[in-house]
């Protein structure tokens, strides 16, 4: 049975001995990011703080960071384990994530008396953001931060509205600043309808809305379909929404907490610095729309999962890099496929989730890779993603060691880097290689100064070397044998990898 | 000096070696590659008759492409006695060391360990690769007695019959002996004795007998048919250079081939010596993280690194790497940006040194080499993607390890994943991690009561 909320998520993560409930008192200012942080750079349990100590009211909320973030050697694990999938091996989670997400399944409403997020309804000038422990993440960061929040929105071609991820600062008891990058379907939206007419536009931001509904906020999903329904498949059931209390979006039923609002038209408040999935404080501050608050409504004694930014890069996972790997890579290859590319597999490079694709492909025609690269720096790719590189379709992209051996034997520096669009494309001003004025503070969140993008054809057109020797039987056996002497069988790439064969 | 049968001690206590008893199938040399494959403990691989204990990955394994305590130096660096957790610059140094000229012969013989044995090189059990006919025996070592003294080089080879081997060596040696010389090979050698045949084979330094050579005073040895041999040896066979030599092109070769010119030599095994229970290294070939390639990636590395630091009056750099991940066509290196430039001379100088590879990846010197994850991440988010990723013009010399077809020529990248020098403090984007993103007494606090909350890790390998 796959989990259809958030609580049923930590059951899973309970059973498997993956959490840990801290009972002493622990600040949100710091002290549960720097715990959360330690325990996903030694891929410990993940924490769930019981007692949250400075919180304003009665809620009792708790926080837990970084509950999606994955074993490192495994980062799909949880997920597998909460959708029914095999998690063994990457390859076959991605198929089994693939045919989940063909089979989508169009939500259902509830009632309100039938919602646990209804639990507890305040609105007007009793919601209050102070309500709850935003945790203040790190050093330098501008302020306390939401940032595993699913962002409902409206969608003129779908019934239920659009979801994506946006982290979100908090600033008083009625207004935060959203970051809202053009480019992404939402703050498209948000700049070019809304803020042209001057409208606000209605949004709920859902706090703990469970795995299926983060995984497709991290989707892109095609125009007229709806995040939800895919939510819906990967499941297996329909998701439950409910009726928000002060505009027509529906939100999910379970979710730990939904604050309801407008993005404000012409308005912005400070965003930033923060340090965020490149692993660096990314700054200068800038200006972003504002979230004016209309409603809270929340379980009892909700969770408050939140992200350490920042530390899903090099060997550590957080749930950003996990939900890229995980949600991100399933999505991607199957778009790629229904776009007409013959693709085996795409994810993301595991030690910088966001800016390095590998896309293992058979170059079907001469120039097929130029515009595969092109498709997807001018769609999906073309904010976050600064380089893709292909690999033979043999290899399996989620092997650090196949792509780097690709990179370093195949990659002729003569023939097979490409610069795309040198300086002619955007970009978010989230990285580090651009200089403050670079990024300047464009209207729109986007860089001042456009970049370029590359691409690397890393394919060994049939040159590869041996990966291993002896014939299948003989490999199996060798590591039956070394499973029994003592090697944790988890260490092994299965046999039905990709790339095993060889 | 540490024999290798301590060697293997210390790695056993380190808790980073697995034993198996022989299995009659698969072959070992298929088990070790697994074992490599998995990035797996040492494999050693016992039996209760007149065979060898076999033992691969003493060398090899570890991609340090995961968090843990194992390095790709880790094991070699113990075995040169750096330390039970060797730094990898200390592990470089140490190499380069063994290489050292000296002004005076400096050698402590001492009686030999091995003794007279019936067995035949065949009955010593050599593992048979699935894809071959004959036993191999890899990681050896070749002695060529001269007058001048004793030369080392890199050996392997097949066993054809009972006393028969047909080997390959480096070229550069072949002009040290004739046809009807004896010469030695010795199997299960101290570290610092096969670390430094590969470090004078690779950098090209085979015409200094090893009496003038730092490993000449720091390995005993003693005098045999063929020449000095380690005493800890644990097998060292007697032999002489038979008259043909045999056509071998489809023979597998020691990852220093791809470096340096070998040659086929047939050896008349005339006389084997075993220590009691006599264990010896061996590695499957041209499978990834084999032993030899990654002995060959540490020597180069320290041949580099020992250049680069030589060259400016000053040492800027802090390490450099050959992953073996990436089979030596990518060096990295982590440097002190001693000016703006900096990073263009120091790729082209490292060009100019060796032409294993064609793209050098250059980053700051607060990178650790034992977090090559950071590494691979400020490759892409450091590097502005047209600016920072640099090529040469098509018509430099064709690297030597990439396998792309190329005719002569070809381009030179190197990456720039470093802050530029002329960027103002103010650009330079603070790195989130534990230290400074949190001040250091919530950072004790939270160590001190790590347990307490529910984590089983130690807070302090961090």
Redesign the interface.
Known sequence: MSVDSFRTFLDVLERGDAI???T?DVSWD??A???T???N?????I?VFESVRNQRSDTNARLVGDPYRGP??CPWKWFGHAFDLPVDSGPAYYEGMIDRLHEPLEPRMVSAAAAPCKEVVRTGDDASLLEFPWPY????DGGRYATLATLVAPDPNSEWGSWSRHRTMIHDSSQASVLLLAGEQVPNRYYFEYERDDEPMPVALTIGAGPAVESTAEMWIPVGRSEVSFAGGLRGSPVELVECETNDLAVPATAEIVIEGRVMPNERLDEGPF?DY??????PRRSMPVLEVDAITHRREPYVPFCV???G????ENSSSTLAIAAGGPDATLGLRIAGFDVELAAP?P??SR??WVIAVDRAYPGALHELANFIFTTWGMLHI??FVFVDSDVNPLS??AV??A???????????H?FG??RMPKVPL??????DEKGSATVGTSRTK????YIDAC??G?R???????RD??E???E??V????PET???PAHTTGAER | MTAFRSHLEFLRKTDDC???ER?D???P???A???L?????V?RCTTNDARVDLVAGVYGGV?G???GNRFPWSRLGIGLGVDQEPEYVDVLEAITDLGDRLDEHDVTYVERAATATDPSVRELGFPT???GTWPRLTLGLLSVGTDDGSYWTPIHGTVLDDNTIRARVPDAITDRFARGDVVSVALGVPAEALTATYLLTVTDRLSTPIEERRVGSTVPVIPTGGGLVPSSSEVVLEAEIADQQPETRSEKREFWERIVDGTTLTLDVTSVFTRDDAVVPFT?L???LADDLQLVALTLAAQLYDRANSYWGIAPVEWLLL?A??????CVVSTEMLYAGFEWQLSNFLFSFSNC???VVVVDDEASPR?L??V??DI??????????L??E?DAPVAR??????DGT????YVDATWDPR?DE??I??????T????PN??AA??G??S????????E??
């Open positions: 840990t409930r801290i002493d710091l002290e990011s720097a715990i942080m330690l325990a750079e030694t891929d410990d349990r924490p490192q050697q993440i790190h050093q330098g340090g490149f692993g660096y404080m990314n700054g930014e920042g530390s890069v090099g060997y550590g490079w030690f910088t800016t390095v600064d380089f650090p060691r780097i051996e990179i370093a034997l195949h990659a002729d520096p003569a023939t097979d880097f610069q040198v300086e990285n580090i290689y651009q200089t403050p970049t370029s993008k590359a060994a057109d040159d070397p041996a990966q291993g020797i002896g014939d003989a490999r056996r060798a590591r044998l070394l029994e002497a003592g090697v260490a092994f790439e | 697995c034993w198996l299995p199938s698969p072959s040399q298929v088990i590659s697994e074992a494959r998995a990035d797996g403990p494999l991609d492409l995961s968090r690769p699935p894809d499957p041209d499978v990834p992953p991940s990436g089979r030596l066509g990518v590879y064609d793209t977090d994850g950071q691979l991440a892409w988010v450091k590097a502005h993607p047209s600016r920072d990723w090529f040469s098509s390890l990439p396998t792309y077809s190329r070809g381009a030179r990248l960027w103010e650009y984007a603070p790195r989130v991690s534990l400074e993103s949190y001040p919530l950072r939270i160590r009561s790590w307490e909350f529910g984590f089983d890790t130690d807070p390998e961090l």
